[in-house]
């Protein structure tokens, strides 16, 4: 299994992270709903969203974000 983060779409493809490595793959190959951020499960010719791992991803960076513009 191998995991990677949507970076960003162009057009009908979607750019994903792995690690420093990134890769396109079409948008349709997608499961519905994805979106930038989210984090991705490649297992075979099987793609899910990781929820858990999405949701914590959002949360760092909200934390990091609240850290950089605190008053």
Sequence with gaps: ???GIIDRFEGN?????FDE????????????GANVG???VFDGDQIAID???T???KKE???LMDELFED
């Design 1 to 3: 299994m191998k995991r």
């Design 13 to 17: 493809i979607a750019v994903i992270e």
């Design 21 to 32: 490595e990134m890769k396109d793959i079409l948008k349709d190959k997608l499961p519905k």
């Design 38 to 40: 989210d984090v991705l």
């Design 51 to 53: 929820k858990q791992k």
């Design 55 to 57: 949701d914590k991803l």
């Design 61 to 63: 960076i909200e934390d």
